[in-house]
């Protein structure tokens, strides 16, 4: 049976920063996931030939090296797996970013709309703005 994990030369690429669009393929087809809940694309499989248009509004690849996504985020959303590389906002409104769960302390980042950044070192959990 074959590996689902990523091939080297692509894990090479997604630890050196360069993930916004495989994170955006990656995670695009777990767009039938409920909404408003967080969930992790599920090997290469899925990261292989999918639309980067189509995706969770809110993207991140954890420091479990695999990519995350939130569909309708609002206020605070623990940060499943542990953000800790590439974040991609695309939700429309600012997302503050924090190291403890549950939005406690000074954020570590904040996020314009339509902001692709990485974050470092970490963040467990996001509250996100009032809006649209």
Do not use: W
């Amino acid at each position: 049976m074959r590996s689902l994990s990523l091939p080297h030369p692509i894990r090479s690429l997604v630890r050196a920063g360069s993930v916004p669009v495989l994170l955006l393929a990656a995670t695009a087809a777990a767009g039938a996931a409920a909404s408003g809940s967080a969930y992790a694309a599920d090997g290469p499989t899925t990261a292989l030939g999918t639309p980067t248009a189509v995706g969770p509004a809110f993207q991140y690849l954890g420091t479990d090296d695999r990519p995350h996504g939130i569909d309708s985020p609002k206020g605070c959303v623990e940060a499943l797996g542990g953000g800790g590389r590439a974040v991609t906002n695309k939700t429309g409104r600012s997302v503050a970013l924090y190291r403890e769960p549950g939005c406690v302390g000074t954020p570590v980042e904040v996020l314009a709309p339509g902001a692709v950044m990485p974050v470092r070192p970490y963040f467990s959990s996001a509250r996100f703005s009032a809006g649209s």
